[in-house]
Each structure stands twice: as structure tokens, then as C-alpha cells.
């Protein structure tokens, strides 16, 4: 099969999923465990691709949790994003050197 019809079998899939639930309910959804359960399912499927890729991405799994616990620390206490993202490459920085020195 060419590359061509490939990326047409994922247009066409892509669309289907957005445009499949705006034909399929036309009115309000009156449910409001439904509603509550809609609204936060970005959230999830946002943490489900993140939260590995923290802890697989760094050379070790410790500088990787301790980013984790820096971003959800400062995330929790209100930091901007930047601030978050900094520090938590800056904890991967530390313990990975960290882990070097003992290592030498």
C-alpha cells in the first residue's frame, strides 16, 4: 500500500472521530454525570501520554520522578508554566549530575 492511501485512511478516521458526535447528539447532553465525565476526559488522556514519557525520557528513572515531583510541587503552589518547565529540567540537571559524581 502507498504512503498516499495510508494518509487517507488516517484523514478520513481523524474526521469521523470529530465530526461522528456533533451528527449524533444535536441536542444539549441533559446528563450532568456525562457532562462532568466529557469535560475531564482531555485531562486524562493528556496525563496518560504524558506521565510516561516523564519518567522514560531521562537517562534514569530517578532524575525523571524527581521532575515529576519539582513540576507537580511548583504546578500545585500556581508557578507559570515556564517556571515549571525550567525547574523541572533543572531537577533532571542536578540529579543526573549527581548520579555521574557517584558513579566516578
Known amino acids: 500500500m502507498s504512503i498516499y ?3 487517507a485512511a488516517m484523514a478520513v478516521t481523524t474526521y469521523l472521530i470529530r465530526a ?4 449524533i447528539f444535536r441536542k444539549p447532553i441533559g446528563s450532568a454525570f456525562l457532562r462532568s465525565f466529557l469535560h475531564y476526559v482531555p485531562y486524562c488522556c493528556l496525563t496518560a501520554m504524558t506521565f510516561p514519557a516523564i519518567l522514560s525520557s531521562t537517562a534514569s528513572l530517578v ?3 524527581a521532575a515529576l515531583v519539582v513540576a507537580v510541587f511548583l504546578a500545585c503552589r500556581g508557578k507559570s508554566l ?3 518547565a525550567l525547574s ?3 531537577a533532571v540537571l542536578v540529579t543526573e ?3 555521574y ?3 566516578l
Do not use: C, D, H, R
Request: net charge neutral.
Open 82 to 84: 515556564i517556571v515549571v
Open 20 to 23: 461522528l458526535p456533533l451528527t
Open 101 to 103: 559524581l557517584g558513579n
Open 63 to 65: 532524575s525523571g520522578a
Open 97 to 99: 549530575w549527581i548520579q
Open 88 to 90: 523541572s529540567s533543572a
Open 5 to 7: 492511501a495510508y494518509i
